[in-house]
Structure formats: C-alpha cells, structure tokens
C-alpha cells in the first residue's frame, strides 16, 4: 500500500512537471490523432487530394489549359456512346481475369517446387525474381523487339525451324497483340505471386503435412485439405494485389502496343492517358479513369469481406 | 553541303541578331554586353529527337554557346520522342512549370491557343523577313485572331523507293506510278517477290496521319466542308479511299505495320525488307550518312539505290501532308521576352541557316526564302523536297486546321478508319464510325 502511495506521489509529480502539450498527450484519443498525423497528411496528399481532384475534374468540360465549367454527369454519358471506351472497358476486364488466373497457377506452382530442398535453391529464388525487379519499362522493350513486325526474334527461330512460312504479325494484329500483352503480364507478375505464395507456404508446419501423410494423404490430398486451406488468406491478398495493379496497368500496354492497333489493347489507364493528357481532354480522362473507381472498389470489398471471413472460420 | 565553322556562325549570329534588329539586340550586342533581362537567364526549349542526328549536334555544339553569346541566354535544350511531347506539354501547362519553349508538331499548338504567348509580332517580322510562310505554316500555327506559335518547320513527305527493285518491276527511271492504281498494282508485284511496301496505320505523330489525310484527299474525301462544322468524313469518297485500301493493305504492304511508329519504317527500309514507303528525307540521309553500313544485296551502298516521289493521285488529286513544327512561348513561363528575342535571334536567316544546312533538305523551311537556298543544288535526289510544302493540305480539310481538327489528329480518329478496315471491321462500318467520332469533336465546344 505504502508502495502504490509512493507511486501515486511521484506520478502526480511528473504530471506536475509537465507542459501543457504533455499533459495533452496524457489523453490517449490525443496521442493517436498525433501518431496519425503523418499517415494522414501522407494519404491526403497522394490519395485523396488527386482522387477529389479527379472526380472535380470528371464533373467539368475542362481541358488543358482551360479549367471548364461543371456538366454534371454529361463526360460518363459521352463513354457510355463511346465504341473504344466500350473496347477498353472489355479488354481491360478480359486482361485481368486471364491474366490473374494464370499468374496464380503458375505462381503456385512455382511456389510449390521453391518449397522443396534442392542445390542451389537461393541462386534459383533470386533468378525467379528477376522479371519482377527489372524496370517495367525496360523489360516491356525487350518484349517489343522480341515481338517487332520486322525483327521478331520468335519468328525468326520459327521460320529457321520451319515451323512457320510467313512471320506472325505479334503486335498488328488486333488478337495477336492482345494476346502478347497478355503474355507479358504473366511474364512479369508470376514471380510477385511466387514469391509471396512461397512465404505463405513457409508459415505452414511441416508436422501438419507429415500427420496428414502419415493418416495415408497422398501428395494431391495434403495439398488441397491441409495447404491449400492455410494458403489461402496469403493467396486473397496477394490476388487482392495483383488485380488492382493488373485493371489499372498501363506502362506495359503504353510501351508494347500504345492501345494499338486501332485500340484493339486499349485499356482504362491508356485510353485516359492518351484522351487526357495526349489530347489535353482532361475532364473526360478523367472521367474514363474514374470509370475504374467502382470495380475496384467492388473487387476490394469482396475481397477482404471473404479474407475476413476465412480468418475468423 | 555548305560546312560552317564556329567563328563563322558567331559572325552570323552577331548578323542574326543584328536582322533581328529589334528590342535593342544589335546595340546590345555591338557593345558587347548581355541584356539586362538576360543576366542568369536560363531558357528550356524542349524538341523532339531529331530524325537527323547532325542537326541535333548542330544544336547541341553551336547554337547553345552562340545563343550565350549573343544573348546572354543558357540555352537548355532537352530532346525527347516526338510521340511524348503532347504529354509534356499538357503537364506543363497544368502544373504551370515546365519548358520555355515547346516546338510542337502537326497542328497541337491549337489545342494550346489559351497556354501560350502571342507571338504574333514575331511572326510577322520573320515572314516579311524571309518571303512569307507556307499556308501549312500559317494554318497550324494561327488560330485566326493570333499566331499562338512561330513556324519552324516543314518536314517534306514523300515516298522513298528502291530504284533498282522498281526497275526490276518494269517502273524504269521516270516511270514511278503515278496513280494509286499503278502503285497498288507495282506493290502487288514487288510484294510477291518478298520486297512489300511498308507503311504505319499506328498511332504516331508523322508517317501515319502524313499519309492517310492525302490518301483521303486525293480520292475526294474530306473530313468536314469549308464551314469547319459540317461533318462530310462518311461520303462515296472515303467509302471508296477506304475499300480500295483494304485491298491494297493485303496485295502490297508489308501487314506489320499496323503496329509500326515513326521509326520502323526507317528500319526496316535499310534492312531491305521493304521497296517503298512515305516518309521525310531520313531514311536517304542515314543511307548517305553510313554508305559502308547501308547495302543493297549486291554489296552497292544503298543511297545510290533511292529515289523520291510524291504521294500518287487519285480521283481528288495529288496532294501531300508535310509535318509542320511550330515553337510555343508558354504562358507561364517567366522569361517570355527572352523567349520571344530567342525565337526572333534563332530564326533569323543567318541564324537559322546553320541548322538548315545540317538538315540536309529533310526540313524545307517554314518560309519560302528556303526554296531558293543554294543547298538544293548539291543533291538531286533531295530535289523532289524542295517545293514538297506548296502541295500540302492540312488536317481539318476542307475547314480550318483548328482545335477540333488537332483533337481529330490527336485521336487518330482518321487512321483507325483505315487500320480498322484492313483489320477486317466491315467498310461502311469503319467510316461510319470515324465520322461519328468527328461529330462528337465537332459537337464539343
């Protein structure tokens, strides 16, 4: 008791002693608005501001140079009538869920045979990643040479084989280039999915797989009753990652096609690009992009509604 | 090719600034003291990357240390891909910071008309100067109450063919087809002997709307009447241009190039995989530049294998689209005058010889005093280049070249007509839909 008196003293001392400021931050409501504070700035600077800014500017004739006047809804009911918004709307969905689908068989696959001891297993984890560490810019260029009209590397191996008679026309043709973009982006995202599905497995207890074998699982089995179920919250995220980055990806489509030919590989992100800022259109740019906001918001509720879900279970 | 020497082209810009005469730049200048405004002066010009590479060396190693001189201005030039300047140029305007200077292409400076400084005094100093401006000058860079940018430029159009394997077509010397029927007819032939002809339907700034504009023109199609508002793009004329291409596309061109920018072209001309195709003078320049590089398959330097042409005609005419380049002073940059004595000191004729000269006749000038310019007389081959800009039309045709008709160009709304077609999207559909696409820029305000 005579201990809890002395503690009792001496803090009521120290509060004493103490500012105003001090005193505040005694209030813990004040102390995490202060922890917060930067986050916040942070988050309205790069997030909110140019998103409320995106939305201003959609709602407005603005243009390049001109600030405009508010017209309601009329730049969403011009897409509505517009034939390559249509087109971008279509290839930007078709690019995600093809792409996505495949980057995560393929990532889990790899991820599954990174998993297992063999020589070399660190060396062959970094090469893994290199696709990922490249600059997009950079290893979409080497793409666009491997897939040029004139110089393909591919059709050049495909005609000494004899494989072909004519060179494939990769990038001119409306089905061939979106095709290539595709594969691109399955090149590029496979490591991502890798690597982190691979820190997933590695969280999994090795006994969990051993008592399962023992009980008589075959390797399938131990797969999709004890793996696939402690995977499958990393594997949300990492989706849940991948198609927000995937809907709005633009470097890879800008530098490989441009949206061409005749935007056959337009997406969201290039067509307000090129009617925003190349055309100086800003407000129906805008409006394009912001035409993205609801699928993904959609895409992110789902989501982490089902991640929750799976934790609690 | 006239060399210049770096004392010489002092001497000239001393002469330069002297013709420019204004402001009190030759007094300046004979007292041997900056302008005032001049002390630190830093100008950004951003340019394109010069299809020539002299001329970008030429700009680089004596124009920024004469403009130093001269004016007492740091020249910062930067150069990047023509096909990104609208971009920079956009977010410049809208962050309000960026280049001084922005040398534009096609007709862009009118989508910039509210950003950017009069220069209206200039111009019409540098045209009386030096004979007036080409009408495609004048169009792209006047939006009809001021001239929103200083003409730089004409970049020259034309088709440059293998000699040798057009001979071996039967088109011998001086017999080029002449009409798109025989063009069609001499690429079918060259095209089943492995030797197509090559052309972009990709969005780029040059090849492809330097192309496909004349094409509709010269089979009588036009995308609005004189009025600039009525929309006349889905007549017989283009339903016409547009399903002989399709044709055309699949018996004669190398099909790739749906997916070519500005640059494949050239590429693959010299690699030899193509006989002809519509572009500026670059492609001969870089074969005469490096002749133990550039072959034909006998082993001869392949500049000795190339010709020029115009664009063929058709049931409208012959007609051609040269690229005009333009410089903007923006608005919001804080060195407007030293901007405008800039444009007014490098444009000057003796200034602006030395870059000319470097241009080998890929550029013909923006005013016509260029056309008498001694350096026609040293190749012939270039000689197709030297009144190239009095046969140009300009995008907007039959209207102005106006802000709608930037914004058509900058959709690439005429050249997906085409690229559609050869894809495969019915004809009538094709056109169809280019015009509503220009009724839609049209309708805006």
Redesign the interface.
Same mark, same amino acid.
């Given at each position: 008791m005579a201990v809890v008196s002395a503690g009792s003293k001496s803090a009521s001392i120290l509060s004493r002693k103490r500012g105003p400021i001090g005193r505040l931050l005694e209030n813990e409501w004040w102390l995490a608005c202060l922890l917060l504070l930067p986050t916040a700035v942070l988050l309205g600077l790069f997030i909110a501001y140019p998103f409320v800014k995106g939305v201003l500017l959609a709602v407005t004739d603005a243009k390049v140079g001109i600030p405009g006047q508010f017209v309601g809804m009329q730049n969403f009911e011009a897409l509505w009538h517009d034939g390559i918004f249509r087109v971008a709307v279509w290839n930007t969905f078709a690019y995600t869920a093809i792409t996505t689908v495949f980057k995560l068989a393929f990532g889990l696959w790899l991820a599954l045979l990174l998993n297992r001891d063999f020589k070399g297993k660190v060396f062959v984890r970094a090469f893994i990643l290199l696709p990922f560490i490249i600059p997009t810019v950079l290893s979409t260029f080497a793409w666009k040479w491997m897939f040029d009209p004139t110089f393909s590397v591919i059709n050049w191996i495909l005609l000494h084989l004899g494989l072909i008679s004519q060179r494939i026309n990769w990038l001119g043709d409306p089905h061939l280039a979106m095709l290539s973009v595709i594969v691109v982006n399955i090149w590029r995202g496979v490591p991502f999915y890798a690597i982190s599905l691979l820190a997933g497995l590695q969280t999994i207890r090795p006994d969990l797989q051993e008592a399962a074998a023992i009980d008589g699982a075959r390797p399938w089995q131990r797969f999709w009753y004890v793996t696939w179920p402690l995977l499958l919250p990393v594997t949300m995220v990492v989706v849940l990652f991948s198609v927000i980055q995937t809907f709005a990806d633009f470097q890879l489509v800008y530098v490989l096609t441009g949206g061409g030919p005749a935007n056959a590989t337009q997406l969201f992100a290039t067509y307000a690009y090129q009617i925003g800022i190349g055309t100086g259109l800003l407000s129906q740019g805008a409006a394009i992009s912001l035409a993205m906001f609801p699928v993904l918001l959609a895409v992110v509720v789902v989501q982490l509604l089902y991640i929750r879900r799976v934790e609690i279970h | 090719m006239i060399r210049i020497g770096r004392r010489k082209l002092l001497k000239l810009s001393v002469a330069g600034a002297a013709a420019a005469g204004s402001r009190g730049l030759a007094t300046i200048l004979a007292l041997g003291q900056a302008p005032a405004y001049a002390q630190g002066t830093t100008l950004h010009w951003l340019r394109w990357n010069d299809f020539v590479p002299a001329s970008d060396e030429v700009l680089r190693r004596q124009i920024i240390p004469e403009c130093q001189k001269a004016l007492g201005v740091k020249l910062n030039i930067e150069m990047i891909n023509g096909?990104d300047i609208?971009?920079r140029?956009? *977010?410049a305007?809208?962050s309000g910071t960026g280049p001084d200077v922005i040398c534009a292409l096609n007709n862009w400076p009118q989508?910039?008309a509210? *950003?950017v400084v009069d220069v209206s005094d200039l111009a019409d100093d540098i045209g009386k100067a030096q004979g007036g401006f080409y009408e495609e000058s004048r169009v792209v860079a006047n939006d009809g109450k001021k001239w929103v940018a200083l003409p730089w430029c004409i970049l020259g159009a034309m088709l440059a063919y293998r000699k040798s394997w057009f001979e071996e077509a039967g088109y011998h010397a001086g017999q080029f087809p002449q009409t798109w029927e025989e063009y069609r007819a001499a690429g079918k032939k060259l095209k089943a002997t492995g030797r197509p002809l090559g052309q972009t339907? $990709?969005?780029?700034f040059g090849d492809a709307p330097t192309y496909t504009y004349p094409y509709t023109w010269s089979w009588g199609g036009k995308e609005v009447e004189a009025d600039g508002k009525t929309v006349t793009l889905n007549s017989k004329a283009t339903v016409d241009a547009v399903r002989f291409m399709v044709g055309f596309w699949k018996d004669a061109y190398?099909? $790739? $190039?749906?997916?070519?920018?500005d640059s494949?072209n050239n590429?693959?001309f010299l690699?030899g995989?193509i006989s002809c195709t519509l572009n500026g003078a670059s492609i001969y320049l870089e074969a005469k530049r490096k002749p133990d590089t550039y072959l034909t398959e006998k082993g001869t330097p392949m500049k000795d294998d190339i010709l020029h042409s115009p664009l063929p005609r058709g049931a409208g005419g012959e007609f051609g689209y040269h690229l005009p380049m333009s410089n903007m002073v923006m608005?919001y940059s804080k060195n407007q005058k030293a901007a405008k004595d800039f444009l007014r000191w490098i444009t000057s004729k003796e200034v602006y010889q030395a870059w000319f000269n470097s241009q080998q006749g890929y550029s013909v000038g923006a005013t016509t005093v260029w056309e008498n310019d001694p350096l026609w007389k040293q190749d012939p081959v270039m000689l197709p280049f030297r009144s190239a800009a009095r046969s140009g039309r300009f995008p907007g045709y039959a209207g102005p070249a106006d802000r709608h008709a930037a914004?058509v160009l *900058?959709?690439y709304i005429i050249?997906?007509m085409y690229?559609?077609a050869v894809?495969g999207v019915p004809v009538e559909d094709a056109v169809k *839909?280019a015009h509503e696409a220009v009724q839609?820029v049209h309708a805006?305000?």
């Open positions: - | 096909n609208q971009a140029t956009t *977010s305007i809208q989508l910039y509210e *950003s339907l $990709g969005h780029t190398d099909e $790739g $190039g749906l997916a070519w920018d494949n590429r693959a690699a995989t608005a914004e *900058s959709k050249i997906d690229a559609k894809q *839909s839609a805006s305000t």
